[in-house]
């Protein structure tokens, strides 16, 4: 039995909580997830927040393209895209070249944010102010 943190979960767990389909690198399916963060901000500050923790997954809807290249420049073990929409060929390039899978799931990010706490049992998340009027509920789970 591989010796881990209490507060880690494998990118396979990651998918089985929320029920998502894993879309690329199945083989990193193994690596493990320290931290959570949810993507909600503009393109700018996005790698300096991301940058905040390592090893972490983003959550983030999947029409955000913007934060979604942004997390792929730091050390990001994967990216779980919300509302089931796809990511552009760009992100699905970049996230292949970092060998990093991309989570597609149905639901929303603060369903999905709910499923993963309950899950893992204590929250390991970093959730930023909102952004919009879809996203006040995130900022509400802090």
Do not use: H, W
């Not at 990001?76 to 996230?95: F, H």
Request: aromatic share 2%; glycine share 6%; net charge negative.
């Amino acid at each position: 039995m591989e010796e881990r943190k209490s507060s880690t979960v494998s990118i396979s767990e990651l998918a089985e909580y929320v029920q998502g389909e894993i879309l690329n690198c199945p083989e990193q399916s193994g690596e493990l997830v320290e931290n959570l963060m949810v993507g909600a901000m503009c393109v700018d500050p996005a790698p300096l927040y991301f940058d905040i923790k390592s090893n972490k997954a983003v959550i983030t809807r999947g029409d955000r393209a913007d934060i979604q290249l942004g997390a792929l420049e730091t050390s990001t073990k994967c990216l779980i895209l919300t509302g089931g929409t796809k990511p552009i060929p760009s992100v699905m390039q970049r996230a292949e070249e970092k060998k990093v899978p991309i989570i597609l799931v149905e639901k929303d990010t603060p369903a999905i944010l709910a499923e993963l706490e309950a899950g893992l049992g204590q929250a390991i998340t970093e959730v930023p102010p909102a952004d919009s009027e879809s996203e006040t509920t995130e900022a509400a789970t802090e």
